[in-house]
Each structure stands twice: as structure tokens, then as C-alpha cells.
């Protein structure tokens, strides 16, 4: 029997505007907005809806908008009734996937982004670090690779993306000798990203307690849906292992391709990407072609679902 899996989208995806469309013409994600507003305390709605793109871009608010956009959209598949099968989100949207399998409460998801965000943010500045897409090289060269660089400093492999495409995190001297020695050894291209801090790596550390510490005051509750875990490539239901998976996820690589492939092993063949943005549709195409993947953040877009 087919099924159905919701994906929703980490840093990276966000944009001025997003969200926007949506809250004019659906007016419980509008409303959704307006509690977000109330929760951090400052207009995260005009952030995500005005700029200034510095602003937007800035860790401890792309976090919470990102969150927020998807938790909107949400909003519009439950009042259609939209059924799926499991959930899973890339790094910062697993929060996202939580919160539409029932983990938390908007509120509290909420908060814990926000506070994921800020120590991201802090970790970024006092350990400088980078991130680079190398494409074209995976596996055992890549391995190597690493393994050379790492002698230059910190650097290690942050995002299974897709095949042939592999994010590595870690210090700047690190990260840059990895490219150079992916570059010789037949990688097509490595483009450095726009992140403000070496996420998913040693580099994060800083940020462990402060998060383990706001995650352990976060009540969790047991999944309605199984989430696909990032850490793990493996279905979760549990509060309590939902909880001990975040914590792991900070410093550890995401295995979005290893998740995929493992959603489809358990007869997932549909997907929905919730919240701003197409990156996750991308990634599918080259993971496998044949799963059709609907990107919904628009009454538009939503309209496409369900035709």
C-alpha cells in the first residue's frame, strides 16, 4: 500500500516573503503567526515578511521563521485532512516534522528553535567555522579526503544530501584544505555555503548543554506519526527518544539520503515538502526520480495536491 511521507525544509530555504501569501488568505495560519509574535516577544511575522535579509538570515531567526512557515502550512493540510504515513524534516525541520506528528506544542517547538538558534548563533562565534558542498564525490574518497584534511583542522562530513552530494562542516582551515584535496580527486565542484557557524560538527559543541538543558524543561509526547530520524535513518515514535535524538542531531551529520531511501523501503512513494522553498524536492530527484514530491506553502500550490 502507498504511503505518504511530509518533508519539511531546514536553513537555507527561507526568503523574504515567506509565509506571507499564505496568512493573507488562510486565517488560521495568520493567526498562527500572531502567536508567534506573542511567544519570542518581537514581530518574527515582519522579519519573515519585510527583511532586511540580514536580519532574516541570521541563525537565531531563520530558525524560528523556517519553523514557523512550515507549522502554517501545517495548518492548511490538517484542516483538509490531509492523512500521511510519517514525517521527517532536514537538521532544523525535524522540529518542524515534531510538531506535526504531535511531539510538542507550536508553542513550545517554538521556543526551542528559537534557543537552538541563538546558541547555533554563539557556537558560530566563538568557534568560526564553514560549511562547503562537494559534489560529485562521496564514499570511500571522500573518506580520504577527510581524513587528510583534518590535519589542517577541524573538518568533517555534516549533510548525506543525495548522491554525489555531500555537505562538510568544521574549521575554516579544514574545511578549505577538504575542498582543495576534493577538487584533485575528481569532485565536480565544491561551493562553499553562506552559514554562520560549522553546524553539525565538533565546532557546535558549545551549544550542547543549552540546548540539552531547554529539551529536558520541553514536554515531549508520544509520536501520532513515526518521524524518520536524521541521526539515525530510522523511524521513531517515542517522546523520549524524539528527545534524545535532538540533542544528538546538533553535533552529529544528517543522513537525509539514508533516510529517504529508508522511507522507501517502507513503501513510501508520495511526499509533501510543508514550508518554504523546493530544496527537498531537488535532493528527492536525485535520490530516486520516481517519488513524486508536492512542494505546498500556498493556497495555490495546495491546489496541486490535490488534483
Request: hydrophobic share 45%.
Amino acid at each position: 500500500m502507498s504511503k505518504t511521507i511530509l518533508l519539511f525544509p531546514g536553513q537555507g530555504a527561507q526568503y523574504i516573503g515567506m509565509g506571507k501569501a499564505l496568512a493573507e488568505s488562510f486565517a488560521p495560519a495568520a493567526d498562527l503567526l500572531k502567536r508567534a509574535d506573542a511567544v519570542l516577544g518581537f514581530s518574527l511575522s515582519t522579519i519573515m515578511q519585510e527583511g532586511p535579509e540580514e536580519v532574516l538570515k541570521s541563525t537565531d531567526n531563520t530558525q524560528p521563521a523556517l519553523y514557523t512557515c512550515s507549522c502554517m502550512v501545517m495548518e492548511l493540510l490538517k484542516s483538509e485532512g490531509i492523512a500521511f504515513d510519517m514525517v521527517a524534516g532536514h537538521s532544523l525541520g525535524e522540529y518542524s516534522a515534531i510538531y506535526a506528528a504531535g511531539g510538542f506544542s507550536f508553542e513550545d517547538g517554538l521556543r526551542l528553535v528559537r534557543v537552538r538558534g541563538e546558541l547555533m548563533a554563539k557556537a558560530g562565534e566563538l568557534k568560526p567555522g564553514a560549511m562547503s558542498a562537494v559534489l560529485g564525490l562521496d564514499g570511500a574518497p571522500l573518506d580520504e579526503v577527510l581524513a587528510e584534511a583534518s590535519k589542517s583542522g577541524v573538518v568533517v562530513a555534516a549533510n548525506f544530501n543525495s548522491p554525489g552530494q555531500i555537505v562538510i562542516s568544521g574549521s575554516k582551515e579544514g574545511v578549505a584544505k577538504a575542498g582543495e584535496l576534493a577538487l584533485a580527486k575528481g569532485a565536480k565542484k565544491v561551493v562553499p555555503l553562506p552559514v554562520s557557524g560549522a553546524f553539525h560538527s565538533p565546532l557546535m559543541e558549545y551549544a550542547l548543554p543549552g540546548l540539552q538543558a531547554a529539551i529536558s524543561a520541553t514536554h515531549f509526547s508520544d509520536l501520532k506519526i513515526p518521524l524518520m530520524a536524521n541521526v539515525s535513518a530510522g523511524l521513531v515514535t517515542k517522546g523520549s527518544d524524539v528527545a534524545d535524538l535532538l540533542v544528538k542531531q546538533l553535533v552529529s551529520p544528517v543522513r537525509w539520503q539514508q533516510s529517504m531511501e529508508a522511507a522507501i523501503a517502507q513503501g513510501c512513494s508520495k511526499a509533501i515538502e510543508v514550508g518554504a522553498g523546493k530544496v527537498l524536492m531537488g535532493l528527492m530527484r536525485n535520490i530516486n526520480r520516481d517519488i513524486k514530491v508536492i512542494p505546498v506553502e500556498t493556497l495555490e500550490s495546495f491546489q496541486a495536491l490535490k488534483a
